[in-house]
């Protein structure tokens, strides 16, 4: 018997009943782990280690460090707050706009992004892999 996950959508949108719009299944899964990617820990209340201190990361120089803290923390938080999913891979990249590659640090901070591809098995649907993408701006 398959099980199916019932929540809220993220972002929270109201229907054209003025309820809250909800999701099922991978889609739910999808919009949960937004949620645990998005949240500062200590910012939910009687749940304060939840979330990833990706924020934190903003201002760290973009480099491979960035890279590997990126997806140890993401791990972490995967591994501690959504047991529904078994991580497959997760790809942490960052880009530095072309127009910088040859003047050190001579670019638009705002442009650079991290880019985040978590990719999970479907407790559903084990043959399916899912692929969740998050962009976060980073500077320094």
Known sequence: ???KF???QYPLVNTARGVLAQKTGVDQIKADLLQLLLTNPGERVML???????R???FEPNDINLEIRARDVITQAILNWEPRI???DIEI??????????QYDNYDEQEAIL???IKFIDPEN???VEELVLERPIGG
């Not at 304060?48 to 990706?54: E, K, N, V």
């Not at 990249?93 to 040859?102: D, E, R, V």
Request: proline content about 9%; cysteine-free; hydrophobic content about 40%.
């Open 1 to 3: 018997m398959s099980k």
């Open 6 to 8: 019932l929540g809220l």
């Open 48 to 54: 304060p280690s939840f979330g990833t201190p990706l």
């Open 56 to 58: 934190n990361l903003i």
């Open 86 to 88: 078994v991580i497959s």
């Open 93 to 102: 990249t960052s880009n530095i706009p072309k127009s910088a590659l040859n």
């Open 115 to 117: 880019y985040i591809k």
């Open 126 to 128: 084990i043959q399916q």
